[in-house]
């Protein structure tokens, strides 16, 4: 179980070259995730659901609060942690001078597998997303679509618990993008956790077990798509979201 | 969990092979060497053996007896005559490369020390000094006196004990200097390229959620940029011993002097190229580590370039020596040890002062960086 108390990121940004002020990305974020479940995390641009993903992932430490996976804090046991997790955002780049091959097997080999095992587990992904054409081709002469496929695979070799998906579909193509939603589903199926951040709420509102919706670093709402449906007296999250806050204007 | 170390080398160092500006950086830059060796040998060929046609156009402005017409004849001097105001007009204009008067018994060689009157002077003197002694024995001859017995009253010989090996010296010493040149160009693209350019490519943040320690990311790639030098300074090793090989036929100022490095020259020159590598490596991924882009670290690094090669060529200049503080120094004491090294006055201590000191200036600049890839700031550098 991923457990996220109170999480605050604070960031410092400079108006002109003496100037600064303080600002909250994220401020005590509160939520849990339970095994098997999809966790959606939705805002627009802006919101602070990258920075949320980031701290969960990692990469950001936060400013206040905790992370927990499976009892496990990141403050001793990072390695631990991050031998669960598997991290795909929308701008996540691979090694271009590598093949795929290659690249599945570093990741085999980071995440402690042995060597007869990583060859065993890249032929079983490659049979799951379809890469024999091009397991031996450099990843910087792929398509958008097969880089998408190998992003995906370096993400299950180690077959992670937890998969945190930042803005994993933006940008892609209608191809690309149901190649993603299928492997969630499938790793839901498998009893694994999914954070999931996303500004498409129609796609959230298919796939999600429960929405977080995130406005200027703050949880304005949380639930299963249905409760916040009747919550707000809406047919759909995006008139949920609007409705939350207020409607939309140009300024903002 | 074991290290990922042996992982990330192994990333690093495919990544750097098969990038073609870092191959081209790491092939390419040690095909300078022979040409700056050739071309220094070509140069001091030049200035040697200057060809007297070059700088034998005299003036005479007094007549000259015949005895002084064969002397200069013998010497393959060009006698051009006139008196005084046209000499030195004929001067002016670049026609004669000096101009003799005579006033009673004293000749005056009149030249303004450049490089041609120079050598045009040193012609004169012993035109002269060939002249006197002709004047001498004829003088001692009249009044009865055997020259010999007076003109040769002490004998003075000069005995080689060893041929001077200063060219051979001078180009071996900036063959080394330009080697670390060479590994210093090589080590900045790689550097820039693992560090600013993995963030700008965006695949830093990929590495950075697995599960690997800081510690080994950046000595993973350290080593990476560190073989990549070495590879640069052996090549260039190689090419320098060729090409001081070539040049050894090539030009005559070589011409019973031993240009080859002795096997323990060649054997410590690698110690050092790969001390140097181990530095200029942990030096360049520290500063494009905190660069914010690619260009931003390129530009950061560009004076490493002139660091690299200055201090050593000023300490030649100034004939500077290794004593036990230059060698703990960074840049000057690779130079000067390499010295030592040439010139066969190998100090171990300075040596290992010079790889303790180097060690020591690495692990405080590591220090800093591992600090830095913990933290948020490599990723989000602004």
Known sequence: ?252 | MKSNLWNILKKELRELFRDKKSLAMMLIIPIFIPLLVIGMSALFEAQVSKDVEEYNKIGFAYEMTDVEKNIAKEMNIEIINGNEEELKQQYDDGDIDLYITKDGNKYIINTDGSDTSTYSSSLMETYFNTYKQYLQQNYLQENNLNPDEVLNIITVEENMIEQDNYFANYIKNYAFLFIMMAITVSATYPATDTTAGERERGTLETLLTFPIKSKDIIIGKFLGVTISSIITGVISLVLAIISLIVTKNMFSIYEGIDTMFSPITIVFAVIVIIVYSFFISGLCISIASTSKTFKEAQSALTPLTFISFFPGMIAFMMGITTTPILSIIPFINFTLIFTDINNGTIDILNIVLMAVSTIIYISIVFAYIIKQYKSEKVLFTK
């Open chain 1, 1 to 252: 179980m991923v457990e996220v108390n109170k999480l605050t990121k604070k960031f410092v940004r400079y108006k002109n070259k003496k100037e600064k002020e303080e600002f909250y990305a994220d401020k005590e974020i509160t939520f849990e995730a339970k095994e098997g479940e999809i966790i959606g995390i939705l805002g627009p641009n802006g919101a602070g659901k990258t920075t949320l993903l980031r701290m969960i992932a990692g990469i950001l430490e936060p400013t206040k609060g905790s992370i927990s996976f499976d009892g496990l804090n990141y403050k001793d046991n990072e390695i631990e942690i991050k031998q669960k997790i598997a991290y795909l955002s929308g701008n996540t780049k691979l090694y271009d001078t590598l093949s795929t091959y290659e690249l599945l097997k570093m990741c085999g080999g980071i995440y402690g597998m042995e060597d007869k095992n990583i060859e065993k587990r890249i032929q079983e992904i490659s049979d799951i997303l379809n890469m024999h054409k091009f397991l031996y081709n450099r990843i910087g002469t792929l398509s958008t679509g097969q880089t998408q496929r190998v992003n995906i695979a370096r993400c299950l070799v180690h077959d992670p618990k937890y998969y945190i998906l930042d803005e994993a579909t933006t940008g892609l193509d209608i191809i690309s993008s149901q190649i993603i939603l299928d492997f969630m589903k499938q790793e839901k199926q498998k009893g694994k956790t999914i954070l999931y951040s996303t500004h498409y709420m129609e796609e959230a509102e298919n796939i999600c077990d429960r929405v977080i919706m995130i406005n200027n670093g703050e949880v304005i709402h949380a639930g299963t798509p249905k409760e916040i449906k009747e919550d707000t007296q809406t047919t759909n999250l995006r008139d949920a979201f609007f409705k939350m806050i207020g409607g939309v204007s140009i300024e903002e």
